[in-house]
């Protein structure tokens, strides 16, 4: 870290082990390397960190919904003309974002149908289908919530392994998206 290479350069200063000019010579050449590696528009971060950052920052939807889908959204379009790996990365994450709401709206949408048509069949028929129509209300609620429920246990585990694949250097792409953007 930066503040520690500066204060151990102080402290051998300080001992006269260094002179003022070979401290100063020095600490240019540590603020210029630090500076090396943190790139512009990254928020001070180098771009491992900030592919790291584009994956966590879905987390946010689990405190709120909509920010937690809009600023993945914003960190990806921040950063992805200045460096290709963002770019990348952020479409593995867009695309993973954009399948889960996809998920979503089909377990909704089958779900419902289901459960709409268990109370259909038990108003029409009114007795001769009771058990068959009671089953059919009950899958479409477990549909339901079987569908979120994984969905939302995909959304909590996929980007924590994103981040941790992009610390190690490789890049992720989410098992299940569907790939809208190449």
Avoid: C
Avoid at 1 to 10: A, S, W
């Amino acid at each position: 870290m930066l503040p520690d290479e500066l204060q151990k350069l102080y402290d051998l200063y300080e001992q006269g082990a260094i002179s003022e000019a070979e401290y100063s010579e020095i600490k240019q050449r540590l603020m210029k390397h630090d500076v090396a590696q943190k790139p512009d528009g990254l928020l001070g971060f180098d771009v491992k960190g900030y592919k790291a950052l584009l994956h966590a920052s879905q987390y946010i939807g689990h405190v709120a919904p909509i920010v937690g889908l809009v600023v993945p959204i914003i960190l990806w379009s921040h950063a992805r003309h200045l460096h290709p790996e963002v770019d990348t990365e952020g479409k593995h994450v867009m695309n993973w974002i954009i399948s889960e709401i996809v998920y979503i709206v089909m377990f909704l949408l089958l779900g419902f149908g289901v459960l709409i048509f268990g109370v259909v069949a038990a108003a029409a028929f009114k007795r001769a289908l009771g058990p068959l129509a009671s089953l059919a209300v009950m899958s479409g609620y477990g549909i339901i919530y079987a569908g979120i429920g994984l969905i939302a246990l995909a959304g909590t585990i996929f980007p924590l392994i994103g981040v941790l694949r992009v610390m190690d250097g490789k890049s992720f792409k989410y098992p299940l998206a569907i790939r809208f953007l190449k």
